[in-house]
């Protein structure tokens, strides 16, 4: 019984458009019930083991995302979520519990959490609600070196001029742009944008990503870097 944080760098930013700037980061991952969990975007996760620690670490600020167990020692999951609500009404917050009945869910609903997973369930469903919560704190613009993405409309404009691109080329501009600057590597790639990092011997991801260079600029603005992945320039 334990509770999780995730902070992901987004913290902070009020803004819905923004600039993307550089900042160093790791594929966030945390030993969890001897899980190795890995999220596809880059993050930090800290883990509490009582509810009196999980609310003192949100009150420390830099957290994007709750998860809670409603059985935590000390204070229980539903009055840590009641507290963290006061001060952060919205902090995406996740609730884990064994109780299954409705009025359960119906209860941790009503104390402020966003979603709900009951016990037993597989880690696959947990992350991809995590990730579902996480998505909240996307902008819903992305600007960077003269490449604008319009996430909820799904539109992308280069030197102003709009660019029409296939699904699997958006989501590799989406990945690459959120972590401008930085070196994304083939595994977290193929993890956000095929949910699938052991497609290592593919060439799927190098021909789409051939696709997507000559609409947005060449190796000007993504480049590689041999070995390891790929990162989008800022200039």
Known sequence: MRAVSISTGRSGSSRRTRRQTS?????????????????????????????????????????????????????????????????????PVLMLTARTDEVDFVVGLDAGADDYVGKPFRLAELLARVRALLRRLTPEAVEVGGVRMELSGRRVLVDGAEVGLANKEFELLRV?????????????????VWNDPDMKTSKTLDMHMSWLRRKIGGERRIATVRGVGFRFNHD
Do not use: F, N
């Open 176 to 192: 690459l742009l959120l972590r401008a600057g930085q070196v994304v590597t083939r595994e977290e790639i193929l993890r956000e």
């Open 23 to 91: 900042r160093p980061s790791t594929p966030g991952q945390a030993q969890v019930e001897h899980e190795q969990v890995h999220l596809a975007a880059p993050a930090r996760v800290e883990v509490a083991t009582d509810g009196a620690a999980a609310l003192e670490r949100v009150r420390r600020g830099q957290v994007d995302l709750l998860v809670l167990d409603l059985g935590l020692p000390g204070m229980d999951g539903l009055e840590v979520c009641r507290r963290v609500r006061l001060d952060d009404p919205d902090l």
